[in-house]
C-alpha cells in the first residue's frame, strides 16, 4: 500500500510493478500447463501399458486414476492461468486509474496553492517558495541572493465600489500580468490578499530589484481606467510597493513583514512609489 506521502512517481512505479507481477504469474501457470501437458505425453507409454498390453486389461484402475488425475490437474492449471489473465487485465486497468488518479491529485495539489481568479500563486505557495529559497544560504554561510516586493494597489475599494467586481476582477488580472512581464521567468509572483501582490526575485538583493519594481509601477501609472461603454476615464491606476533583501537567520515572515511595512510608507506619502525596507 502506497504511504500518504508516495510521489506520483512512485505511484507510477507501483502500477508498473503490478502489471509486471500479474504477468509473471500468467506466464508461470502456463508453464506449469505445458509441463503437465508434457508429462502426459511422455508417459502415456507407462499409462497405456497400466491398462494392460491392448489397453483394455491389467491395472486398468491405476491407469484410470492417473488419466483422471492429470485431466483434473490440466482443468485447475487452465482455470488459474484464465483466472490470470484476468487479474493481469485488472491490474492493467487498476495501474491505469492509479496513474490517471495522480495526475488529477498532482493537479489539484497544484491548483491549491494558485488564486484561481488571476492564475497567481496564493499566500501558502508563496511562503513555501520563499522558506525554500530562504534554506539555500550563499557563500560563507551569507544570506541568499534574493528579494521580494510587496504591492498594494492605490484606492482599489473605491475602484469596485466605482465600476463593479467584474472591472475590478479585471484590474486584479491585469496587475498579475504586468509584474509576470516585468519580473520575468523564475520569479514567482503571487496574490497574498484581496488587492495585495507580492514577487520572489531570485538571484538578486533588493537593490538590484528595484529597478524591476520601477517599472511595474511605471507601466500601472501610464494606464488610465476608462469605461468600456463611454470611453470615459474613471481615474489612474496605481500602486505602492515595498521591497526587501535577505538577511542571514531571515524567515518568511521577517521579509514579508519588513516590506509590507515598506509598502505602507509609501501609501502614508500618497501612494504610487517604490521604497525599500529600513
Excluded at 201 to 223: F, K, N, Q, W, Y
Amino acid at each position: 500500500m502506497a504511504s500518504n506521502d508516495s510521489s506520483p512517481d512512485d505511484l507510477r512505479q507501483q502500477a508498473r510493478d503490478l502489471r509486471s507481477a500479474a504477468d509473471k504469474i500468467n506466464k508461470g501457470l502456463v508453464k506449469v500447463l505445458d509441463m503437465v501437458e508434457a508429462v502426459s505425453r511422455d508417459n502415456q507409454a507407462f499409462i497405456t501399458y497400466q491398462g494392460g498390453p491392448d489397453g483394455g486389461g491389467g491395472n486398468s484402475n491405476h491407469a484410470k486414476a492417473m488419466n483422471d488425475a492429470l485431466a483434473l490437474i490440466r482443468s485447475q492449471v487452465a482455470a488459474l492461468t484464465g483466472q490470470a489473465v484476468a487479474f493481469e487485465e485488472t491490474m492493467c486497468q487498476c495501474g491505469d486509474v492509479m496513474t490517471e488518479v495522480t495526475e488529477k491529485l498532482h493537479q489539484v495539489t497544484r491548483q491549491a496553492k494558485m488564486d484561481p481568479l488571476t492564475g497567481a500563486a496564493n499566500l501558502d505557495r508563496f511562503r513555501e517558495a520563499l522558506a525554500e529559497a530562504l534554506r539555500t544560504a550563499g557563500p560563507g554561510g551569507a544570506a541568499p541572493r534574493l528579494a521580494i516586493m510587496v504591492g498594494d494597489i492605490d484606492n482599489f475599494a473605491a475602484f469596485n465600489d466605482r465600476l463593479g467586481r467584474p472591472v475590478g476582477d479585471q484590474i486584479l488580472r491585469l496587475i498579475v500580468q504586468t509584474m509576470q512581464s516585468q519580473a520575468g521567468p523564475g520569479n514567482l509572483v503571487a496574490r497574498l490578499e484581496e488587492d495585495t501582490f507580492a514577487v520572489l526575485m531570485h538571484g538578486c538583493d533588493a537593490a538590484a530589484a528595484a529597478p524591476v519594481a520601477e517599472a511595474i509601477r511605471a507601466t500601472l501609472s501610464s494606464r488610465q481606467v476608462k469605461n468600456s461603454q463611454t470611453g470615459e476615464p474613471l481615474g489612474q491606476l496605481t500602486i505602492s510597493m515595498g521591497l526587501d533583501g535577505a538577511r542571514p537567520g531571515d524567515t518568511p515572515e521577517r521579509m514579508l513583514a519588513r516590506a509590507d511595512k515598506a509598502m505602507h510608507l509609501c501609501k502614508q506619502r500618497g501612494g504610487n512609489q517604490v521604497k525599500a525596507s529600513a
